[in-house]
């Protein structure tokens, strides 16, 4: 297949277009490389030495004679550009990951809920745009979050994407019907994944696009089969209070003598999935499209539920490292149950890889190995939900104390 993979130059973008490139794929990365520019803007790096995107694709072509195709272009901002792009290139399947995923990142001040929201709801909308406008019946594959559902089940199992719901009429019968699952966003960038939905909704049922949403959990890990083949193909890894994700951070603190930043009562229950499954997903969606016209196919792309104290607990074990529990920067239930249904991808051969598996230390001695780039004072996560949130907790650039002050 063609596959235009736009974001391919982010933490989930890049194994995907190797693993899609490994597999034979002619893979195309679109992306306007503002990960980059925002690491620039925030004054962190990757733990992980990472070379510019031209560079990993020569390494990736002197390693297996495969070429993969970079493209700057600006999905949100230049229309034109990726309109012309599709119309010369037709792709036969399309991943987006082009979006800001980063929460706390989308909470850290106006100007940032603004780019988050113009930047995601616009690629998403000028890429659904183009396809009806070009006559384009490539698969759309959209990186979504679990987030979209909030984390709350009560007491049910959150189905993937569509709740059958009875709905009493007025002359007394009951109506079924299968609805998206109310969405319940804790963010800015969240919300903008809810936004998303309700577009793949409407080109869907309108234009008849094959779309498929991706409800992806917590992705941990770094590396991937295609990645350790060569050390300039290694993947980016995120451990600043913006872009570092829970299990990855506590791993990096454990490798550098940092204690695990648990907010609140670390009750929080989450959805977790390795990286390597993650490029997997993707393949097992690619190869199962929705037909013309149908609904939009969504999978709940996750293997595991873990509550972050838990998590803390068992790497504290682990490493010998101590806990601190600090203020929540976020506005969140401090603690909830989570129950999630991933049959789909079960059912069409995904094999996990679970916490269980050995990986964790591995992880580890990839941060040891680096642990002198990380700049130990953009560890702690400052970016504060509300203003209120914001007067209450206020940070120790010595430490690691996010500590209240009322
Ligand atoms: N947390 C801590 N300590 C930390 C960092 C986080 O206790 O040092 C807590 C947070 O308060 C939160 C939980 O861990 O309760 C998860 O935080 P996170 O930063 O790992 O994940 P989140 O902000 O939800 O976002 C990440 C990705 C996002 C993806 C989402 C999937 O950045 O792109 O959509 O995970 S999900 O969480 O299932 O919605």
């Not at 679109?30 to 980059?36: E, Q």
């Not at 007067?391 to 500590?403: I, Q, S, Y």
Request: charged share 25%; with cysteine.
């Amino acid at each position: 297949m063609k596959i235009a993979v736009l974001g391919g130059d982010g933490f989930v973008g890049w194994p995907t277009s190797l693993h899609l490139s490994d597999a034979g794929h002619e893979i195309h990365i679109l992306d306007n490389l503002s990960r980059r520019w925002i690491d620039t803007e925030l004054g962190v790096q990757s733990l992980t030495p990472m070379d510019s995107i031209q560079e990993r694709t020569r390494i990736w072509h002197a390693e297996t004679g495969r070429r993969i195709h970079f493209h700057l272009i600006d999905l949100a901002k230049d229309y034109e550009l990726l309109k012309g792009w599709l119309s010369k290139n037709r792709p036969d399947a399309i991943i987006h990951f082009a979006e800001q995923r980063a929460a706390p990142y989308s909470m850290k001040s106006d100007r940032h809920k603004n780019y988050t929201v113009s930047n995601n709801v616009n690629a998403t909308h000028n890429l659904l745009n183009a396809l009806v406008e070009l006559d384009l019946d490539a698969h759309l594959v959209h990186l979504g979050t679990m987030g979209v559902y909030g984390y709350s089940t009560v007491g049910a199992a959150i189905p993937e994407g569509y709740l059958p719901v009875g709905i009493e009429t007025a002359d007394g019968r009951t109506v079924s019907q299968e609805i998206l699952y109310p969405s319940n966003p804790g963010s800015i960038y969240h919300m903008t994944k809810c936004l998303d939905q309700q577009l793949f909704q409407f080109y869907a049922k309108n234009d008849g696009l094959r779309i498929t949403d991706l409800h992806q959990g917590i992705v941990w890990g770094t590396h991937t089969e295609q990645t350790r083949r060569h050390a300039q193909l290694i993947n980016r890894f995120d451990y600043d209070g913006d872009y570092g994700t829970v299990l990855n951070r506590f791993l990096i603190q454990a490798a550098i003598g940092y204690p695990l930043t648990v907010h609140g009562t670390g009750g929080q229950t989450r959805a977790f999935i390795h990286i390597q499954d993650s490029v997997r997903c993707i393949e097992i969606a690619l190869n199962n499209p929705p037909a013309r016209s149908s609904r939009v196919e969504i999978f709940n792309q996750m293997t595991e539920t873990h509550r972050v104290r838990d998590l803390a607990e068992m790497i504290a074990r682990m490493s010998g490292s101590k806990i601190v529990w600090l203020p929540n920067p976020r506005k969140e239930a401090p603690e909830n149950e989570l129950v999630v249904k991933n049959e789909k991808f079960l059912g069409l051969g995904l094999e996990p890889t679970t916490l269980g598996e050995g990986l964790l230390g591995e992880i580890v001695d990839v941060a040891k190995k680096y642990a002198y780039r990380v700049d130990r004072s953009r560890v702690p996560a400052v970016s504060a939900w509300t203003r209120d949130i914001a007067a209450k907790v206020e940070h120790d650039p010595e430490g690691v104390r996010l500590k209240s002050v009322s």
